[in-house]
């Protein structure tokens, strides 16, 4: 694709990076097939390719976004089926995160859809403020049906946002799991150390998916930190276009974990949750300008790995599986198009004795995508529908996968129970049955 940038533009480092993706597109339309937006919608300007266009626009002119591009591109996923679709190697990730940030900084939203998005921006992220705010929306679920119901439309209303909130928080919440500072120490010889991501989200409404990861893990000799003063990984702001709460959150991030790498030594860092991974793996990227946090953001990156990828580097102990209970793997999009990490799953889930199948059309997403499911509650729901549908063909006892949101996500639409892979794993290799939940995890 032929650009116009000015030299005065491409100094800035973002407009260089931005002109090298958009040269790289050749506008064939490849990616439109597997956009889920696109193949919902049917519009153009809601394809992959309809984006690139509007973001090069957007960042040529150099002025403030209009609504209507704010509009597609606030409906894009981040999904990054694009990418995976991409016989180019269009980075589709770098782009749509700057066009985020530059909307963020540009564009004046409406006063209560700023409101909701800086609430989100601050909760969401501080385990203490997202518990309270989970009781709180239990105790206003009853009250979800007063709120008007709009019918859909192009930005979903605030009542009909804050609907869709109410439906996701769970109707109970688990005490919570061991706090950052906590070291559990190998079983028998330690033949590795590692750190095993805190997340945010999830240390509130599943902490049983780290447990089960620490379990695993210091059964099979790895010795687990939770690294004190960690942060969130950063993904819920980056993904708001909140790139200076996001970037503050690397840096800190590398600092404690390089701080423990020193004094303890990592072998890695681990995530249970494949959205803060992708994130965590472009920490290198993300602050490569910084000439502070280059060169340690990228080491930590290197160190970054799903939980599955590490595993896949271990001889699991013989599964006590018989092979009679049958798992709907459902591939998360961070894990399969931003980590690309799609067999290995499946193969530890199988050499653990579960029978694995795939779900039809596996490389659309679920419609959770981090904040996604609440700030585009129609989209999200459609997708979702459209998942359970797909699950639903091959009749399994269980769904696995490998991202708390994916996972709530799901877990709204169906009555089967939803687990985390490393549970499945945990349990085979001789860890405790997971607890079997259908409907919103409770
Ligand atoms: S598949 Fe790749 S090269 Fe083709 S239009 Fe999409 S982004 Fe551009
Ligand atoms: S990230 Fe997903 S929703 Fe966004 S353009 Fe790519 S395929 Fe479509």
Redesign the pocket.
Known sequence: MKTEFSLAQLADPDIAEADKILR????????TATCPTYVLLGDELDS??GR?YLIKEMLEKDKPPTKEVVKHIDRCLSCLA?MT????G?N?MHLVDQARVRIERDFSRPLPERALRAILAWVLPRPKLFRAGMILARLGRPFAALLPTPKAAATPSLSRRIKAMLALAPTRLPAPGPQGGSVFPAIGERRARVALLQGCAQQVLAPRINQAAINLLTRHGVEVVLVKDEQCCGALTHHLGRDDDALARARANVTVWQREAEQGGLDAILMTTSGCGTVVKDYGFMLREDREFAAPAAQISALAKDITEYLGGIDLAPSTQQGDVTIAYHSACSLQHGQKITLLPKELLSKSGFVVKDVPESHLCCGSAGTYNILQPDIASRLRDRKVANIATVKPDMIAAGNIGCMVQIAGGTSVPVVHTIELLDWATGGPKPELRGRGLN
């Open positions: 790289a597109c050749v506008h064939c339309g490849f990616c992959p390719r690139i694009c679709t991409c016989p180019s269009v589709y």
